[in-house]
């Protein structure tokens, strides 16, 4: 199957610092992404999704000044949550979609914010 | 709104017994089910597609079946190792083909005890 890396794997941060993660479609070209957040117990809430080279469409509820979205190219999209609070610790996932309807996720990024 | 309902929340079975989780869902237009297995602090993993009512697909222990109304992911004598949170997802068909998001269930925690 299709495999998609994310990095870092883990980030502890201070409030009111920046964060980036990185997704990575590594064996295949991924035209679409999507950047979740799952909560403990909870089911996956999608935030966004990015399209390679055009501005991500955001889910509503969702901040886009506050979780910027980079799809630079067709194997790398990138989430920065800027100004990080508290509350915005949780575990974040990223897939990718190959030609068909399937997506494949990432291991998941489990950020702390201190 | 399209909606996806998982239940039991959590099921505890002995090695050996056999059992099946259940999707119920309501869809505006079913473009496809899908079943992800997730481990614990890790991303998703793809198990099956479904598209229409009536299909089936099998892996290992593992049967996915299909009706207009519900999904259920059989499992045929389990062993430890299928321990995990088993998601469901559907995606409506919209306009933006294969782009219309994700709708997941909570998931069934599933323990399988030796």
């Known amino acids: 199957g299709a495999v998609v890396s994310q990095h870092p794997s883990r980030v502890i941060c201070k409030s009111g610092t920046s964060v980036k993660i990185e997704c990575r479609s590594l064996?295949?070209?991924?035209?679409?992404m999507f950047w979740y957040r799952q909560f403990p117990k909870q089911s996956l809430m999608l935030m966004a999704t990015s399209n390679e080279g055009s501005k991500a469409t955001y889910e509503q509820g969702v901040e886009k000044d506050k979780f910027l979205i980079n799809h630079a190219s067709l194997t790398l999209s990138t989430l920065t949550v800027t100004s990080a609070h508290p509350e915005d610790s949780s575990f974040y996932i990223c897939s990718g979609k190959t030609g068909g309807y399937e997506q494949y996720f990432g291991p998941g990024t489990r950020l702390t914010v201190t | 709104e399209d909606q996806v309902t998982q239940s039991p929340e959590a099921l505890r079975l002995q090695e050996g017994e056999s059992s099946s989780l259940n999707c119920s869902y309501t869809?505006?237009?079913?473009?496809?089910l899908f079943w992800y297995r997730q481990d614990p602090g890790k991303g998703p993993e793809f198990l099956f597609t479904l598209y229409s009512a009536g299909e089936e697909k099998e892996k290992e222990r593992l049967k996915a079946t299909l009706t207009k109304k519900e999904s259920f992911l059989h499992i045929t004598a389990p062993k430890p190792e299928d321990s995990a949170t088993y998601l469901c997802?559907?995606?409506?068909?919209?306009?933006?083909?294969?782009?219309?998001?994700?709708?997941f269930g909570k998931g069934t925690r599933l323990s399988v005890i030796a």
């Open positions: 869809v505006s237009g079913l473009r496809g």
């Open positions: 064996d295949f070209q991924a035209t679409t």
């Open positions: 997802a559907v995606q409506a068909v919209g306009r933006n083909s294969g782009n219309t998001p994700l709708v």
